[in-house]
């Protein structure tokens, strides 16, 4: 910090397991790309190459290493590995992402329908050479997601070997642990939390109100994801009580 001003929240050092902040990268740049490091690599823990931009963005190997060089983990969206399965390519898949350089992949079935314990699977598998992001949730609007489903889901994604849970909201933000209008389906995360250890969850929230409401619940070391690349630094003064939606939060 710039100034050491007191009653300011702790944050982990990097490289942490909680306090995460996840950016999306939706077809950035390399210069792009150098700019978020420069500004923000210290508050940003993962990059998502969202959805399948990973076979289409150009020099990928070459962002890969900018933001390794710069202690950002990067990996795949869950999409294009749901791409990948759809055309049964799993081997593919695995061989894609180890080539390209990255050390963490993201295991999800958000539009493409897969069994359970298939999905558990292919998380284990995944498990032996990369560290694992497994994603809950539908993209799917009017499909139902039942409280009970949620929980037992992600207890099981998480013994099958995922690092942590994503809680599925979609850039938009208004679905999953969402409803439409982008407010909290608060009685899903309180049964979500009294359930599962919310620093294995990573939630999905890319709107500054659930960014706060998130901080408000569970504390300036909540793990939050699919940040704009532009909203890193503001999402860490929400964080540590320098906005004005939670300038009171932190002070004694």
Same mark, same amino acid.
């Given at each position: 910090?710039?100034?050491?001003?007191?009653?300011?929240?702790?944050?982990?050092?990097?490289?942490?397991?909680?306090?995460?902040?996840?950016?999306?990268?939706?077809?950035?740049?390399?210069?792009?790309?150098?700019?978020?490091?420069?500004?923000?690599?210290?508050?940003?823990?993962?990059?998502?190459? +969202?959805?399948?931009?990973?076979?289409?963005?150009? #020099?990928?190997?070459?962002?890969?290493?900018? @933001? =390794?060089?710069? /202690?950002?983990?990067?990996?795949?969206?869950?999409?294009?590995?749901?791409?990948?399965?759809?055309?049964?390519?799993?081997?593919?898949?695995?061989?894609?992402?180890?080539?390209?350089?990255?050390?963490?992949?993201?295991?999800?079935?958000?539009?493409?329908?897969?069994?359970?314990?298939?999905?558990?699977?292919?998380?284990?598998?995944?498990?032996?050479?990369?560290?694992?992001?497994?994603?809950?949730?539908?993209?799917?609007?009017?499909?139902?997601?039942?409280?009970?489903?949620?929980?037992?889901?992600?207890?099981?994604?998480?013994?099958? +070997?995922?690092?942590?849970?994503?809680?599925?909201? #979609?850039?938009?933000?208004?679905?999953?642990? @969402? =409803?439409?209008? /982008?407010?909290?389906?608060?009685?899903?995360?309180?049964?979500?939390?009294?359930?599962?250890?919310?620093?294995?969850?990573?939630?999905?929230?890319?709107?500054?109100?659930?960014?706060?409401?998130?901080?408000?619940?569970?504390?300036?070391?909540?793990?939050?994801?699919?940040?704009?690349?532009?909203?890193?630094?503001?999402?860490?003064?929400?964080?540590?009580?320098?906005?004005?939606?939670?300038?009171?939060?932190?002070?004694?």
């Amino acid at each position: 910090m710039n100034f050491n001003l007191p009653f300011i929240p702790g944050r982990p050092e990097k490289p942490r397991s909680s306090g995460l902040t996840m950016v999306m990268d939706k077809g950035l740049s390399l210069r792009q790309a150098e700019d978020l490091c420069e500004v923000a690599a210290e508050y940003t823990d993962f990059v998502k190459l +969202g959805f399948g931009t990973g076979l289409l963005t150009p #020099r990928l190997k070459e962002k890969i290493k900018l @933001y =390794q060089a710069a /202690g950002i983990r990067p990996y795949f969206g869950g999409t294009l590995f749901e791409a990948f399965v759809a055309r049964n390519m799993f081997d593919d898949y695995r061989k894609f992402i180890a080539d390209s350089g990255v050390e963490t992949a993201e295991v999800s079935d958000g539009v493409l329908p897969i069994e359970h314990d298939k999905k558990c699977q292919y998380i284990t598998d995944l498990a032996k050479d990369f560290e694992i992001f497994s994603e809950v949730g539908t993209k799917l609007r009017g499909k139902e997601i039942s409280n009970a489903e949620w929980v037992s889901w992600m207890k099981s994604e998480l013994e099958a +070997g995922a690092w942590k849970v994503i809680a599925e909201a #979609r850039e938009s933000g208004n679905m999953g642990i @969402y =409803q439409e209008d /982008g407010s909290a389906n608060s009685q899903l995360i309180m049964d979500i939390k009294k359930e599962i250890n919310t620093e294995h969850i990573l939630w999905e929230a890319p709107l500054k109100s659930q960014q706060v409401w998130f901080i408000k619940l569970l504390g300036s070391n909540v793990n939050l994801g699919n940040i704009s690349e532009t909203e890193v630094i503001p999402l860490e003064t929400l964080r540590r009580g320098l906005r004005g939606d939670t300038l009171l939060s932190f002070l004694p």
